[in-house]
């Protein structure tokens, strides 16, 4: 699949997990969910993180994907460190899923790379 496919479908997957259930917690006999509407402004840069890599995945340059990745990887974490074991289903599989976003760009940051290097070297 086109790389620029994978990145756009990461990055709406990611968007997804955002109104998913972040936090579980219990007040008496009833659970209740916080999606990441439910935590404020850090939460809406996780969003905004999301479609910036999906928006970015159609640009030939990855290394703008790489830090949005990672600021979306450490805000992520952070979120499900701070919960602990109240952390829901759907901010685990954001902080995975941004992980995995991480990593496809810092595979195509290091294959473009090498084609400018092959470019640069059969040019001279």
Same mark, same amino acid.
């Given at each position: 699949m086109d790389k620029r496919v994978v990145g756009t479908l990461l990055g709406i997957g990611c968007m997804w997990l955002w109104f998913m259930p972040w936090r579980q917690f219990s007040i008496e006999a009833f659970d209740f969910y916080q999606t990441g509407s439910h935590m404020g402004g850090v939460a809406y840069m996780l969003l905004m993180s999301s479609f910036a890599y999906a928006v970015l995945a159609w640009f030939p340059q990855p290394l703008p994907r790489i830090i949005v990745a990672a600021v979306a990887t450490l805000l992520a974490g952070l979120f499900w460190l @701070?919960?602990? !074991? @109240?952390?829901?289903?759907?901010?685990?599989?954001?902080?995975?899923? @941004?992980?995995? @976003?991480?990593? !496809?760009?810092?595979? !195509?940051?290091s294959t473009f790379k090498r084609t400018e290097q092959a470019k640069a070297s059969k040019g001279s």
């Amino acid at each position: 699949m086109d790389k620029r496919v994978v990145g756009t479908l990461l990055g709406i997957g990611c968007m997804w997990l955002w109104f998913m259930p972040w936090r579980q917690f219990s007040i008496e006999a009833f659970d209740f969910y916080q999606t990441g509407s439910h935590m404020g402004g850090v939460a809406y840069m996780l969003l905004m993180s999301s479609f910036a890599y999906a928006v970015l995945a159609w640009f030939p340059q990855p290394l703008p994907r790489i830090i949005v990745a990672a600021v979306a990887t450490l805000l992520a974490g952070l979120f499900w460190l @701070s919960y602990g !074991e @109240s952390a829901a289903w759907g901010l685990v599989g954001l902080c995975l899923l @941004s992980g995995v @976003s991480l990593i !496809e760009a810092i595979q !195509e940051h290091s294959t473009f790379k090498r084609t400018e290097q092959a470019k640069a070297s059969k040019g001279s």
